[in-house]
C-alpha cells in the first residue's frame, strides 16, 4: 500500500528538549511539507522541500528544523527555541509542481511536559 | 483581512440533507481550489479538486467555483452520519515556489444526524 507514515503518534517534550518526528512516504513524491494544526485554526506551513537535499521555509519555520537526505524522507524537529509547541503536526506529500494534489499522512500530536 | 475565510460552525444537519460548505478569498491569483475532510485527529484527505472556475462533481459531491464573485462551494447531496467530519477549503495560486504553496481555510466542522 503506497502512503505516508508520520510517527510516533503521541509525543511529549520537556522543557529546554529537541523532539524529532518522522515522517516517511512511499509514494516516490518528490515534494514533501510540514504543516502546523492548532484547534480551530486553518494549516499553517512550517517547512516544505521539492527535492532531496533542498528545502525552504514555511510560513512558521521559528524554532523548526528539518532535513531531506532521502526521497522518501522528511523529518522535523521541534527545537526548544519553540516556545509553544502543543500541536497537531502533519506531514505531506505531492508531485514536484502539484502543490493542489497533497497526501497527508495521520498526524502526530506533541505535548509539552 | 484574512486571505481565505471559512465559517467554522458547527454545521449540524439530518440525514439525507443537502449540505452546502462555502469559503470566500480575497486573492484573485487563487486558481487551483481544493477541499479536503478530515476526521477527528486524523490526517486531511483530498476530496476534490477544481482549477479557475465552473463545476466539479465525484459522487455526492460537487465542487463550485464563482472567482467573479471569490467564492467557492462543496454540495454533498443525501448527507451520511459518516459525512461528519472537519472540511477545509485550500487555495493556490499557479505559480511555482512558495507562491504556489497552498493557503487554508480554519475548517467547517459538520455533523450529520442520523
Known amino acids: 500500500d503506497g502512503g505516508i507514515t508520520q510517527s510516533p503518534k503521541y509525543l511529549f517534550r520537556k522543557e529546554g528538549q529537541n523532539v524529532t518526528l518522522s515522517c516517511e512516504q512511499n509514494?516516490?513524491?518528490?515534494?514533501m511539507y510540514w504543516y502546523r494544526q492548532d484547534p480551530g485554526q486553518g494549516l499553517r506551513l512550517i517547512y516544505y522541500?521539492?527535492?532531496?537535499?533542498?528545502?525552504q521555509k514555511g510560513d512558521i519555520a521559528e524554532g523548526y528544523s528539518v532535513s531531506r537526505e532521502k526521497k522518501e524522507s522528511f523529518p522535523l524537529t521541534v527545537t526548544s527555541a519553540q516556545k509553544n509547541p502543543t500541536a497537531f503536526y502533519l506531514c505531506?506529500?505531492?508531485?514536484?509542481?502539484?502543490?493542489?494534489?497533497?497526501?497527508f499522512g495521520p498526524g502526530t500530536r506533541l505535548l509539552v511536559l | 483581512q484574512k486571505e481565505v475565510e471559512q465559517d467554522p460552525g458547527p454545521l449540524s444537519v439530518p440525514e439525507g440533507a443537502i449540505v452546502s460548505l462555502n469559503c470566500t478569498y480575497s486573492?484573485?491569483?487563487?486558481?487551483?481550489f481544493m477541499w479536503y475532510r478530515q476526521y477527528s485527529r486524523k490526517g486531511p484527505e483530498l476530496l476534490m479538486y477544481?482549477?479557475?472556475?465552473g463545476n466539479k462533481e465525484d459522487g455526492r459531491f460537487t465542487a463550485q467555483v464563482d472567482k467573479s464573485s471569490k467564492y467557492i462551494s462543496l454540495f454533498i447531496r443525501d448527507s451520511q452520519p459518516s459525512d461528519s467530519a472537519t472540511y477545509l477549503c485550500?487555495?493556490?495560486?499557479?505559480?511555482?515556489?512558495?507562491?504556489?504553496?497552498?493557503?487554508f481555510g480554519k475548517g467547517t466542522k459538520l455533523s450529520v444526524k442520523p
Open positions: 505531506a506529500s505531492s508531485i514536484k509542481g502539484a502543490e493542489e494534489t497533497q497526501y
Open positions: 509514494l516516490n513524491h518528490d515534494a
Open positions: 522541500s521539492q527535492i532531496v537535499n533542498d528545502f
Open positions: 486573492n484573485s491569483a487563487f486558481q487551483y
Open positions: 477544481t482549477y479557475s472556475s
Open positions: 485550500a487555495m493556490r495560486m499557479n505559480y511555482g515556489g512558495s507562491q504556489g504553496n497552498l493557503i
